[in-house]
Each structure stands twice: as C-alpha cells, then as structure tokens.
C-alpha cells in the first residue's frame, strides 16, 4: 500500500495537540485507550476534511467539536451502551494512583454516571472553560440547554460524589 | 466521601493529571485514513497516491473507512475515460439552465446536515453539476454522487488524485446558504449575485477565497481551488464557475451489476475517476455499497493493474471488459452477501474501456 505524504501543516498543527485532545477525550468517555481511540478518530475526520479545514477560524474548535461529535455519536451504539453499563469495567485500566488522586478518582467515576451530552458540556464549560455559548456551539444545541445540561450534571455530580465512598 | 469541590475545572484537570498509559494516537495513521476518507466522503479534496492500495480501518468504535488509491496503471493500459462532460437531461431532478442566477453567498462548509444528492437506484447514477471549462493542465476529474451528504463536491487536478503541491479545483453543489461570513466581494457576469466570500474573520482574498453563487433551482453552488498560481487564479476559478453545467446529469460507469435488485444492494457512494475533456489516462472507479455499515467496496481499475492487497476484510477480483474488478467486504457482511463476495462478483460486469459503452445503470437485468 503506498505511503500517503501528510499535510505538513496539519502535522504542525495537531502534534502539539495530541496531549491536549487526549485528556479531554478522557473526561468524556473515562477510559484512556477508549480516550486514544476517540483522538485517533477526531484527527483523521479532521485530516479528511483539512483542506478545507485548515482556514477555519477556529481550529482547536473545529477539532474539539469533531471530538465531541465522535464521542456523543458514539454512545448511541449499543456496544458503547453495554460497555458503560459495566460499572465493574470503568476503573480497571487505571494506572496506578498518585498520591492524591482520591478525590479525581471519585469525580471520574461520578462522571462515567452522567448522560453523555451532560458530561460534555460539564467537560467542555469547566476543563476546556468555554463560555456558554462557545459551548453551545460545539454541541451544536442552544445556550439555554448548556445551562440546564451543566447544571443537571454538576447537581448530579454532587449527588453521586455526596453519596458513594471515597475510593 | 468526596464532595464536589468549589471549582470543578480543577478537579476535571487533576482527573486528567492522574498517570495515564502511554498513548497510542498515531499522527500518521490519521493522515493515512483521513485520506482515504476523504475519497469516501467526497468531500472537497480527494486524496490519492499512485500506487494500488485500499484499505479500511476500523477507528474507535465501528467506525469503517474505506480506502482506495489508484493503482499503478499498467503500462500499454487503453485510455478509460474522457466522459463528455456536462451531459444534461430532462428527467430525474430539479433541473436549470448552464447559465446561473445569483442569491445571497454562502459558504458550503456551514451547510447544515440535509439529505444529499442521494444515489438513485432506479434512474441510473446522476451527478446535480460538471465541469465545464477547465485550465489545461486539469487532466483528470473525480466525480459521483454520495448518499447522506448534504454537499455534492467533484474536483480536477493535473493527475488522477492528490499530489503534493498540484494546482486542484473544487465544485461543490448544496441545498443551504451561509451560516456567517466575514465580508463578500461581487462576482460579475455569474448571475445577479455571486461573490467572493470567507468565513467570520477571514479576509476576502479572491482566488484563495470560496466563489459562490446560487443558481434558478435554488442550488448553492461553489468553485474553489488549491495550489492555484494566485496570480491567475480569480480568473481561472471565475471562469470555472461560468462554465460549471447545472443540472442532474447521468455518470456513465464502466461496470454494470447485472441480475440483482437494486433494493438488495443500497449505493453509498460511487467515485469515477476519469480523464478531463480533451485528456487521455485510466479511468478508476469505487463504488460504496450499502449492508448495514459502509463496509462492502468495489473497486474498478483497468486490467493489468494490481489492487489489494486489503488487510481489512475479504475480497475477491476479476478481470471483465477490460477492468479488473475486485469486491472487498468486512467479514460480516461478506457473510451478508449471497455466495459471499464472489457471489457478488459475478454479478458485475465490465462494460469496455471506451467511455461510449458505459452506462449510467449500474443496476440491470
């Protein structure tokens, strides 16, 4: 099969970003080589559009809705489903604690609890600090529901971290 | 028990502190399949490399991509192609005049998600718009209709696929106007309004810009380009959208699949790579069929041409008519198809390498 020569720029672009686009991908799915997959899926759609998209106004959020795309389309699959469902299976890969990573270890788990649009916006207004609107835009819903959902899954979040034990 | 702290940005990045496994995004994979999607989706650029090779990855969850560059072309290989380009019918679609009338402008990339051209399955394959004039050194075109898209793209380039650097132009034909737009520059002599246009904060540089305008039919319509000389290319791009062909027209393919119903096998997608009016070269084709997930191909190469291998699935090939022919499924649905991907195979026949033979019915008795 022959070798494809990258888009310079795109390489320029995303090779600092891979970090960055891997952690939020871990906020919303709350597995890192889940987290990895959804990257590895949100750049090459981006590549698949780059000549158009690399004059976009934009960029880190055109690659970060892509992302969040990928990842709410994906929990309509009945296999993604199954998978969340298995409370059992969501911390098993995580690596060994540091020190103080009870309480993240707790909101990662309370996380895995929320609906997926929900845990978005809380991902995308509080880890990627959008505004409402920015927020609104990358979910491709209105201001009003960021609000709502934001305020459902952090009144959620406090719900589910008040009433399970520590890790 | 952990409460919720004050902020939680801070615990989200304390979360994503928390030692993590090496990663396993690979930049260069994303190239690769970004590529090859980009054929699949056509989108406005189409991304193919000159030797065979096809390929599809599974990328997060079932998300399939199906690749395909164009084989090496076997030396001595009859040219396959040179449609004439434009053809117009009557039937089959909204239909307008070459000439185009002007509206608001707009910029297709923010064209929400409506259903596409869609493939029809009787009535043959129809592409809305061609090319008309084209610079000279445009030799080769791609072009077909994509089901589940809400833009029809086609794009020519100096060879048959993306090369680095290569001057490219791109057409694009949509059912929506702009979202938002920095500024506009009129277009004369392309109807009442047509513009040079660019995205919110982008400035209006014509030739690097997106030449749009809409025509009678109420299709939004747009002529860009890449690697262009930018001292000619408004002019190129203008002339290109003056001569632009609007109106559904048939795309003669080089196969046919004869004795199945079209209602067995939905059409995703059909991509015909041919040489530009006036210039000779193979032809190739891929075809998107449908089962259940994108996840059955076939690939049209002149015989002699060597396709595959796929690491990806099953396939099986065929020399018939002058092109060799090869189906390439995933394993379930290659367990789908009646007599697997040979049963299929047999279905489909070569129509010759002279573009006059070939039929814009893929489907027939």
Known sequence: MAEHTPDRDFIEFVSGRVLWLRRIAFLLCEDWHHADDLAQTALTKLYAVWPKARSADNLDAYLRTILVNTYINETRRPLWKRLVSADTGVLLDVPERAPDSDAALDLRAALAKLPPRQRAAVVLRYYCDLSVEQTAAELNCSPGTVKSQTARGLDALRRILQAQPSL | ?365
């Open chain 2, 1 to 365: 028990m952990t409460g919720m702290p004050e902020d939680p940005g801070s615990q989200l990045t304390a979360l994503t502190e928390l030692a993590a496994p090496a990663t396993a995004i690979d930049l260069y994979k994303a190239c690769d399949d970004g590529y090859r999607l980009r054929l699949r989706r056509r989108r406005t650029n189409r991304a193919l490399t000159g030797t065979a090779a096809v390929g599809v990855l599974g990328v997060a969850a079932t998300v399939l991509t199906i690749a395909h560059s164009p084989a090496t072309h076997g030396a001595g290989q009859q040219a396959a192609g040179q449609l004439p380009a434009g053809q117009q019918v009557t039937t089959g679609g909204p239909t307008s005049p070459p000439t185009t009338a002007g509206g608001a402008p707009h910029s297709p990339s923010t064209a929400p998600s409506t259903p596409g051209p869609g493939i029809a399955q009787t009535g043959g394959v129809r592409v809305p718009a061609s090319f008309g004039w084209l610079p000279q050194g445009m030799a080769f075109i791609d072009e077909g209709p994509s089901a589940g898209t809400s833009t029809y793209t086609a794009a020519a380039g100096t060879t048959a696929g993306k090369a680095a650097g290569q001057p490219r132009v791109f057409l694009s034909v949509g059912d929506t106007g702009p979202a938002s737009m920095s500024s506009k520059i009129p277009v004369q002599g392309l109807g009442t309004s047509a513009y040079w246009v660019a995205g919110t904060g982008q400035s209006v540089v014509p030739g690097q810009a997106d030449l749009i305008w809409q025509d009678s039919s109420g299709k939004w319509l747009t002529v860009s380009g890449d690697s262009l000389d930018p001292a000619t290319a408004a002019a190129t791009l203008e002339h290109v959208a003056r001569t632009i062909v609007v109106g559904q027209a048939p795309l003669p393919l080089p196969i046919q699949i004869r004795g199945l119903a079209p209602a067995a096998l939905g059409v995703n997608q059909v991509v015909l790579t041919h040489p530009a009016p006036g210039h000779t070269g193979p032809a190739n084709l891929n075809i998107g069929l449908n089962t259940t997930d994108d996840s059955l191909s076939v690939f049209v190469e002149p015989t002699g041409t060597t396709q595959g291998p796929w690491t990806w699935g099953t396939s099986a090939c065929k020399d018939s008519g002058g092109w060799n022919i090869c189906v390439v499924a995933d394993p379930r649905a290659a367990t789908e198809l009646p007599g697997g991907v040979n049963g299929l195979l047999a279905h489909i026949q070569g129509l010759g390498t002279d573009p006059a033979h070939w039929s814009a019915d893929l489907f027939a008795n």
